[in-house]
């Protein structure tokens, strides 16, 4: 079993920069790929990006290409989320999870409790 930890998330302006971090526990971290999702209420969970076990693959959601960067540290167990330009639309609680490399929420097995990203105009 794998646990997961955001933090990082709070009020931006728009325009600015905000950097999630996903903590996870125990020694098999490099094991799995790590996606990043998010939500808002009464809408599904939304694919944002994933990095693959040894970080040479990597996917994004067109709607942040160009303005989001993930990467992991494997030797301390922590991902990333870079995010810059942020928009009023990219408001909504953000999730790591821990599984198979893939866009689809259904892929990954283990998730963190999500941290609240509002950006403001």
């Known amino acids: 079993q794998v646990q997961l930890v955001e933090s990082g998330g709070g009020l931006v302006q728009a325009g600015g920069s905000q950097r999630l971090s996903c903590a996870a526990s125990?020694?098999?971290?490099?094991?799995?790929?790590i996606g990043w999702f998010r939500q808002v209420p009464g809408k599904g969970r939304e694919f944002v990006a994933t990095?693959?076990?040894?970080?040479?693959?990597?996917y994004y959601a067109d709607s942040v290409k160009g303005r989001f960067t993930i990467s992991r540290d494997n030797a301390k167990n922590t991902v990333f989320l870079q995010m810059n330009s942020l928009k009023p639309e990219d408001t909504a609680v953000y999730y790591c999870?821990?599984?198979?490399?893939?866009?689809?929420?259904?892929?990954?097995?283990?998730w963190g409790q999500g941290t609240q990203v509002t950006v403001s105009s």
């Open positions: 125990g020694r098999t971290f490099s094991s799995y790929a």
């Open positions: 990095i693959s076990r040894s970080a040479v693959d990597t």
């Open positions: 999870a821990a599984g198979g490399l893939s866009t689809s929420w259904a892929a990954y097995h283990y």
